[in-house]
DNA sequence: TTGTAAGCGTTATCAA
DNA sequence: TTGATAACGCTTACAA
């Protein structure tokens, strides 16, 4: 331990500590010797007793619904580099999309003296938010963004996206539609996504058919048993499906192709988040990209500005990109003039 | 803190530790009591003090090349779940295939106290290894498996998994194979798939012409520019690609419907890793599939049986699961004798 | 620039 | 079953 490096270098326990906390109040010469000793004694200093006496931890924490799901991993990443660029550890915790499994991983990062935490989305119990506020812990909500959230939040507007791809689906004249979703239950960013695209339809006078709306897992086969579902419907078929993500999108545009569908001749297809997959299928993928990587970055960026006692804004907006590509096309029987009009 | 609920509770500090330590040395009514006053304090044990007194941290950790990839992701969510289950945080590295990283981030886990480590594979710095033992953490190996491994090692066999997968090929008639491969450096797994190719091939009197192996990064795009310039290249055409994974092999077939290539009439692909994709895009790809949450699982509960005192195996093997799909048929040319060799 | 010594918040030993 | 008290390994005033 320190004392016995302390001892072999000929100093105090002061002066190693200084060594390794505030190396330039040390003369180079101690320093050498110091640090020799360290070598020697295959000493390294211990992070426990180092946070019981600073009351610093170097730990920062994340909550997030599964690994599974790549964008939040990818946001894991971006955190992870940019805190061990300063020494932070990042500790992980995964909810399973279970609100009471993310207050029990916070009160336990809590525990283990996290500096600052991140979680996904605002969709938590109130008892999590006050934890952070109570024992006065800096943290972000990420991958989501509002102007007016009470929360500082990282990451981008899921209504504005939405709202811009049903759109982009009116501007080519589509009236009839479908949606494909993952669960909205506690999921803020899926909920503001339905909300988007109900509120823009109603803009236009329209609205989903109830049959016409596919709620489950995130995955190739729940797209492909909706276009399904969707198709059998005793009602008229939509001319355009949104989907919750590209996963679902692929399976729509999969199970098309085999019930003979012509995309986007008959229907549109759209996703999101944009996987590498999505522009090399045939046919490729319109989707919306966003840079969950740099959602983490500046996560921890914004979380570090707080710990160093800057005042950082409100959060950061990170651009949606939306990508148009053939799976989505001029409504079948549109006036030439209606898809014209947003081109 | 600690002392302010014994003073609360009327009790000693030893006897708050018990309540959370050895419950049943505590007496219900005063456990009651204790546990009221916590409750009112808002008071939870502090992990730093914990650890310095206990000398134990909590804490286990892994070390990862990137979250990018979906397999260690989930290898890393089942060893969270297992040792969340226990109480165990575990605390994540990536090293982004740089061994000199991977040595880094194993000393900073040492120095939080970590009780427990997993590295993928054991391409690493034999320094990394000596730490750990120097400070007799245990440790697992994963990913990899091998039988004569020094380490403790929870994965399946990749060369035994390369060797059946171009045995199934040969078997089929191919007598000539190009591969495409992520990078090999400081990548032990990937070397023995292309130590199991060649070992096979060789064993079949044949081998893998220089022109015909391509060494890249795991995307679509790596495949799609590989079998451009397998394709150009002024030698025969090989009858079958072995691919280092699903996403390189996915390019593959790509470029081949971009090219006009039949497959599997002209040419068999085969991926790795088994993604949901893979079953689903036209023709079905060939691969391998491993369950890395189980691995990461296993591994976890490997580690705990040895903090427990157990005296556990030396491993464990995961089994490789063999997918033949569309993607691989009879060579264009084989005698018929030999394609039903091994069916 | 360096040293002394008092904590930091628990657990663990021993005694009662 | 409970309590007093000395660690645990380091940081940090404060003093020299």
Same mark, same amino acid.
């Given at each position: 331990?320190?004392?016995?490096?302390?001892?072999?270098?000929?100093?105090?326990?002061?002066?190693?500590?200084?060594?390794?906390? !505030?190396? =330039?109040?040390?003369?180079?010469?101690?320093?050498?010797?110091?640090?020799?000793?360290?070598?020697?004694?295959?000493?390294? %200093?211990?992070?426990?007793?180092?946070?019981?006496?600073?009351?610093?931890?170097?730990?920062?924490?994340?909550? &997030?619904?599964?690994?599974? =799901?790549?964008?939040?991993? @990818?946001?894991?990443?971006?955190?992870?580099?940019?805190?061990?660029?300063?020494?932070?550890?990042?500790?992980?915790?995964?909810?399973?999309?279970?609100?009471?499994?993310?207050?029990?991983?916070?009160?336990?990062?809590?525990?283990?003296?996290?500096?600052?935490?991140?979680?996904?989305?605002?969709?938590? %119990?109130?008892?999590?938010?006050?934890?952070?506020?109570?024992?006065?812990?800096?943290?972000?909500?990420?991958?989501?963004?509002? #102007?007016?959230? %009470?929360? =500082?939040?990282?990451?981008? =507007?899921?209504?504005?996206?939405?709202?811009?791809?049903?759109? +982009?689906?009116?501007?080519?004249? +589509?009236?009839?539609?479908?949606?494909?979703?993952?669960?909205?239950?506690?999921?803020?960013?899926?909920?503001?996504?339905?909300?988007?695209?109900?509120?823009?339809? !109603?803009?236009?006078?329209?609205?989903?058919?109830?049959?016409?709306?596919?709620?489950?897992?995130?995955? &190739?086969?729940?797209?492909?048993?909706?276009?399904?579902? &969707?198709?059998?419907?005793?009602?008229?078929?939509? @001319?355009?499906?949104?989907?919750?993500?590209?996963?679902?999108?692929?399976?729509?545009?999969? #199970?098309?192709? #085999?019930?003979?569908?012509?995309?986007?001749? !008959?229907?549109?297809?759209?996703?999101?988040?944009?996987?590498?997959?999505?522009? #090399?299928?045939?046919?490729?993928?319109?989707?919306?990209?966003?840079?969950?990587?740099?959602?983490?970055?500046?996560?921890?960026?914004?979380?570090?500005?707080?710990?160093?006692?800057?005042?950082?804004?409100?959060? +950061?907006?990170?651009?949606?990109?939306?990508?148009?590509?053939?799976?989505?096309? %001029?409504?079948?029987?549109?006036?030439?003039?209606?898809?014209?009009?947003?081109?």
């Amino acid at each position: 331990m320190l004392s016995d490096v302390a001892k072999l270098a000929g100093v105090s326990t002061a002066t190693v500590s200084r060594v390794y906390n !505030e190396p =330039d109040k040390v003369s180079a010469n101690v320093r050498e010797r110091v640090e020799h000793a360290a070598v020697t004694l295959n000493w390294f %200093p211990n992070a426990a007793g180092r946070a019981l006496a600073s009351t610093r931890s170097h730990i920062a924490g994340i909550i &997030i619904p599964t690994l599974d =799901d790549q964008v939040f991993a @990818s946001q894991v990443s971006g955190m992870q580099a940019a805190f061990a660029a300063r020494g932070i550890t990042l500790v992980l915790g995964c909810s399973n999309y279970d609100p009471a499994q993310a207050l029990v991983q916070v009160r336990a990062m809590l525990a283990r003296g996290a500096e600052a935490m991140a979680v996904v989305g605002e969709a938590h %119990p109130p008892e999590l938010f006050d934890a952070l506020r109570l024992y006065r812990v800096p943290y972000a909500v990420t991958y989501a963004y509002r #102007e007016d959230s %009470p929360h =500082d939040c990282i990451g981008f =507007d899921n209504f504005a996206a939405y709202v811009q791809m049903t759109e +982009h689906l009116i501007g080519l004249g +589509h009236r009839s539609f479908a949606v494909c979703l993952q669960p909205t239950r506690d999921n803020d960013r899926v909920q503001a996504r339905v909300a988007a695209i109900r509120a823009t339809l !109603e803009r236009h006078g329209l609205a989903v058919r109830p049959e016409h709306v596919c709620e489950g897992e995130s995955t &190739i086969g729940f797209g492909r048993r909706s276009l399904r579902s &969707i198709w059998q419907a005793p009602c008229e078929r939509p @001319s355009a499906i949104i989907c919750g993500n590209d996963h679902i999108a692929l399976g729509v545009l999969r #199970e098309a192709e #085999e019930l003979g569908i012509e995309i986007p001749g !008959e229907l549109s297809v759209t996703g999101f988040d944009d996987l590498e997959i999505s522009k #090399e299928i045939r046919p490729t993928l319109t989707t919306m990209r966003v840079d969950t990587y740099e959602i983490g970055r500046l996560t921890a960026q914004h979380l570090l500005d707080i710990l160093d006692g800057k005042r950082p804004q409100h959060g +950061h907006e990170v651009r949606a990109l939306l990508e148009i590509r053939e799976s989505t096309g %001029p409504a079948p029987n549109a006036h030439a003039g209606d898809a014209r009009l947003q081109r």
